[in-house]
């Protein structure tokens, strides 16, 4: 097919689709149309609304707020201690098998080559919570949990405003 302006003497001429490929053969990308250049403009979610922060980066945010607070009321004693989370603890499957609860968070402590490490499970700890609020108070249970498992001392006097929720 061609179109031509007589007054600038400008053609057009539509490509022939290459022999072997049909819509079907292309990808998504390829196929759809995307009339006048209005494509995808810009993010989809702004970083000012709720939505955009994942569920995973809000449970990373509740733990280091749990570690900040601990670490403001205590100091040097939590000084090189790190903070992990993972998605479920190491042995699930055995743990499920056996009919054992799984741990929502545990202490390992410090070797000659790193310091102590406090990790919270993440799935575990959501599947225990009904709410974001929930989710919260749990997480910084087990942070001050753990950290007295590590200083040695009762929880309830590691923090005033602990206590225990499940």
Known sequence: MQSS????GFTVRL???AAGTSAAGRGFRQRRRNRHGRGLRGELMLP????YRTRSDRFDDFVLDSAQRLHDIWGKPLDGVRFAVEE???RLEQLVADGTPAPLGAYTPATADEGPVITLY????????GSREEIQDL?????VERTA???GVPPESLDPVYRRRY
């Open 5 to 8: 302006h007589q007054d600038s």
């Open 15 to 17: 490509a022939e689709p």
């Open 48 to 51: 000012t609304l709720p939505g």
């Open 88 to 90: 479920i603890p190491p």
């Open 122 to 129: 993440r799935r575990v700890v959501e599947q225990a919570c």
């Open 139 to 143: 997480v910084h249970d087990v942070v």
């Open 149 to 151: 498992e590590m200083l």
